[in-house]
Nanobody, 121 residues
């Protein structure tokens, strides 16, 4: 199994941007489905973006149009570009391999440390 390590989080003002990175220990292209989850304090972890090996992408409703998931096969890295950030986007962000069952996304494997994003003035 490919090991994934997140980075790029930090403190940003509302309306600002961040790009999160997820470095893979092996070939990122070997992963059929990959995505980004987030977990805010006191809330359940939620999937915000997913990417398939063929390039199909999916976004949660509240980030669509603001977040962009992409993949760099040459550098074995998955990215999440976040624009127009809001305080509600503050959370720990985790990249993860996914599996798809009956149209639903599910995490596959263990969780990494994540990277923390704080949106505040």
């Amino acid at each position: 199994q490919v090991h994934l390590v997140e980075s790029g989080g930090g403190l940003v003002q509302p309306g600002g941007s961040l790009r999160l990175s997820c470095a893979a220990s092996g070939s990122i292209d070997s992963i059929t489905y990959a995505g980004w989850y987030r977990q805010a304090d006191g809330k359940q972890r939620e999937l915000v973006a997913a990417n398939t090996r063929s390039g199909i992408v999916w976004y949660a409703d509240d980030v669509r149009g603001r977040f962009t998931i992409s993949k760099d096969n040459a550098n074995n890295t998955l990215y999440l570009r976040m624009d127009s950030l809001k305080p509600d986007d503050s959370a720990g962000y985790y990249c993860h391999e996914l599996r798809r069952v009956n149209g639903d996304w599910h995490p596959l494997g263990s969780w990494g440390q994540g990277t923390r994003v704080a949106v505040s003035s």
